[in-house]
């Protein structure tokens, strides 16, 4: 019965009172439905129905936002601000990876050059050892010679013998250096190939979330083929 009270109460207002002629505004108050022509501030956050002259809905405003919905409500506008802010940034990856690559047989190419690069000096440094260290075990039995005859060893063969021993362990060192190297290099040639493939597919920017690996295959079989 409240809907037609309230419907009947609309039709009393717009009869008997000129001042409403041109617009009300009906909104509900602790399950009660009022008609006014204006809204009261302390109402205005409830929502209302704007009404026209014959008492038809001409506007409805929503009521305000909770607190809830409003923490939401950013909550939501900041996650879809990070994720546009994120394809912003990989896009700008991907284009300065395809000035690099075209294709993903490129970066293959040049981890294969980086390879070889790197195991040419690690077998560089390695023949290095072993001159040096043949040095260092002439020079050191020449020094224990000097020994067992009661002598003692000249500085200078035994400042040679300090600087073999600091080239050997500079060339180990360097080894060990280049090793890692290489394999940091293998995982970052091995994403790149990686992002090169997807990109045969996807637009530049698109987020790693948003890739289907198994149509990448799909489809790059199917170019292959």
């Known amino acids: ?57 001409v506007k409805t405003v929503a009521p305000a936002p909770t607190a809830e919905e409003l923490a939401q409500r950013r909550a939501e506008e900041a996650a879809k601000k990070a994720r546009q802010d994120a394809i912003a940034a990989q896009r700008k990856l991907d284009l300065d990876l395809l000035r690099l690559y075209a294709k993903p047989s490129d970066v293959e190419r040049a981890r294969q050059r980086k390879a070889d690069e790197i195991d040419s000096y690690i077998q560089l440094q390695r023949r290095r050892i072993i001159d040096l260290g043949q040095k260092l075990e002439k020079a050191e039995a020449q020094a224990a010679n000097i020994e067992r005859r009661g002598q003692e060893v000249p500085a200078d063969m035994r400042l040679e013998i300090v600087q073999l021993q600091n080239g050997i362990r500079d060339s180990e060192g360097n080894i060990k ?38 149509k990448v295959d799909r489809e790059l079989e199917g170019k292959a083929d």
């Not at 002629?21 to 108050?29: C, G, P, S």
């Not at 250096?177 to 530049?204: C, G, H, N």
């Open 1 to 57: 019965m409240k809907p037609l009270v309230g419907l009947f109460t609309v039709i009393c207002l717009l009869a008997s009172a000129p001042s409403f002629a041109n617009k009300l505004y009906r909104f509900t108050v602790d399950g009660r439905v009022v008609v006014k022509d204006h809204i009261p501030t302390e109402y205005s956050h409830l929502g209302y129905e704007i009404l026209n002259s014959n008492g038809m809905v």
């Open 177 to 214: 250096a280049r090793q890692q190297e290489m394999k940091d290099s293998t995982r970052d040639f091995a994403e790149q190939y990686e992002r090169v493939r997807i990109l045969q597919v996807y637009p530049a920017g698109t987020l790693d979330a948003d890739v289907d690996l198994d």
